[in-house]
């Protein structure tokens, strides 16, 4: 059974960074894409971004690209999404979330195993 378990999320001012991580445990992480969700209170669940571990191609969200990126390390089996520039509008629970995939990723996949979250919080 793949599971994941995000960390990192905390409060942070606007125009701030933050670094998210996501350890897998339960498989060989390079078969998988990982994608990154977010939902603020109140509104839908948004795919922000995704990479693919094995080839470590990346998609992003119009709302996030140039801010955010992702990358991963295959021998800590854990998946980072670093935030720059954060908006209050970034202020959502953060998830990551698996599906087996090799090479490639997309946004509008369901992806079938997730994680329980990371609150980040952009305040003044």
């Known amino acids: 059974q793949l599971q994941l378990v995000e960390s990192g999320g905390g409060l942070v001012q606007p125009g701030g960074s933050l670094r998210l991580s996501c350890v897998v445990s339960?498989?060989?992480?390079?078969?998988?894409?990982i994608g990154w969700f977010r939902q603020a209170p109140g509104k839908e669940r948004e795919a922000i971004g995704c990479i693919s571990v094995g080839s470590g191609k990346t998609n992003f969200a119009d709302s996030v690209r140039g801010r955010f990126t992702i990358s991963r390390d295959n021998a800590k089996s854990t998946v980072y999404l670093q935030m720059n520039s954060l908006e209050p509008e970034d202020t959502a629970v953060y998830y990551c979330a698996a599906m087996r995939v090799p090479f490639v990723c997309s946004l509008s996949w369901n992806y079938p195993y997730r994680g329980q979250g990371t609150q980040v919080i952009v305040s003044s």
């Open positions: 339960g498989s060989t992480l390079n078969y998988y894409a």
